[in-house]
């Protein structure tokens, strides 16, 4: 069984860095297209970045839009969230999700295997 770890999560200043890493085990990471999910106190659940299973194809939210992206050692069974230039409004909890796919699909409800989520924050 597919189990996803999320790691990376902190506080940063606003227009800081942070890369969020994904740890799969229990299966391989090659036939999953993953995504990254955020969700806000009192928001839903929104994506923000998607990548197929061969990385090359990714699926970006607007939030992410030129300061998110994503990337996949599927060696090290692993896929990272480098997010550059960070905003109050990036304070949630961020999750990453698998579903086995070929495309960047970024629906959340297409999504079956979930991480437990690690907390970003944004703050001066």
């Known amino acids: 069984q597919l189990q996803l770890v999320e790691s990376g999560g902190g506080l940063v200043q606003p227009g800081g860095s942070l890369r969020l890493s994904c740890a799969a085990s229990?299966?391989?990471?090659?036939?999953?297209?993953i995504g990254w999910f955020r969700q806000a106190p009192g928001k839903d659940r929104e994506r923000v970045i998607c990548?197929?299973?061969?990385?090359?194809?990714?699926n970006v939210g607007d939030s992410a839009k030129g300061r998110f992206t994503i990337s996949r050692d599927n060696a090290k069974n692993t896929v990272y969230l480098q997010m550059n230039g960070l905003k109050r409004e990036d304070t949630a909890i961020y999750y990453c999700?698998?579903?086995?796919?070929?495309?960047?699909?970024?629906?959340?409800?297409?999504?079956?295997?979930w991480g437990q989520g690690t907390q970003v924050t944004v703050s001066s």
């Open positions: 990548i197929s299973r061969n990385g090359r194809s990714t």
């Open positions: 229990g299966s391989t990471l090659d036939y999953y297209t």
């Open positions: 999700a698998a579903v086995y796919s070929e495309g960047s699909v970024c629906y959340d409800e297409e999504y079956d295997h």
